[in-house]
């Protein structure tokens, strides 16, 4: 790491009492810190030519991250509908025979159904537990 050489530069009081508001925001330790991680930004932009392309990186995988996140929330959502779906669907085939209904061995077989196929729900399956039920 290079040696430290202090500098003397003028600067607007508003700049500076804005910077201490931000040293949280730039993980910078001092005012001094947080100038060195500025200029240092500064420079890399200027030597990729002020390019889109220095900043989309990190645009990029800040948006990754949040849709990878979205997309995990919403598959987990869509998973248990899917179950909720066929459980009902499984219900309706049953004719009202609700009164020897496992409720867990049918969140089971619902749940293994969904995962088998991709979420897609048939009403022929439905009948086949009715018929595995009652057998």
Same mark, same amino acid.
């Given at each position: 790491?290079?040696?430290?050489?202090?500098?003397?530069?003028?600067?607007?009081?508003?700049? $500076?009492? &804005?910077?201490?508001?931000?040293?949280?925001?730039?993980?910078?330790?001092?005012? $001094?810190?947080?100038? #060195?991680?500025?200029? @240092?930004?500064? !420079?890399?932009? +200027?030597?990729? =030519?002020?390019?889109?392309?220095?900043?989309?990186?990190?645009?990029? @995988?800040?948006?990754?991250?949040?849709?990878? $996140?979205?997309?995990?929330?919403?598959? &987990?959502? !869509?998973?248990? !509908?899917?179950?909720?779906?066929? =459980? !009902? /669907?499984?219900? +309706?085939?049953?004719?009202?025979?609700?009164?020897?209904?496992?409720? #867990?061995?049918?969140?089971?077989?619902?749940?293994? /159904?969904?995962?088998?196929?991709?979420?897609?729900?048939?009403?022929?399956?439905?009948?086949?537990?009715?018929?595995?039920?009652?057998?």
């Amino acid at each position: 790491m290079e040696n430290k050489k202090k500098y003397v530069y003028y600067m607007q009081p508003s700049m $500076s009492d &804005e910077m201490e508001l931000m040293l949280g925001e730039a993980n910078a330790t001092s005012k $001094s810190d947080f100038i #060195n991680i500025a200029v @240092r930004f500064y !420079l890399d932009y +200027l030597h990729n =030519k002020k390019s889109v392309d220095f900043i989309s990186p990190m645009l990029a @995988r800040t948006i990754k991250s949040e849709v990878e $996140s979205v997309e995990k929330n919403v598959s &987990e959502m !869509l998973y248990k !509908l899917a179950v909720e779906q066929s =459980k !009902l /669907t499984v219900a +309706l085939a049953m004719d009202g025979e609700f009164e020897r209904f496992d409720y #867990n061995k049918l969140n089971e077989y619902c749940a293994q /159904t969904v995962a088998e196929n991709n979420g897609v729900i048939d009403f022929e399956e439905a009948n086949y537990y009715k018929e595995l039920y009652n057998g």
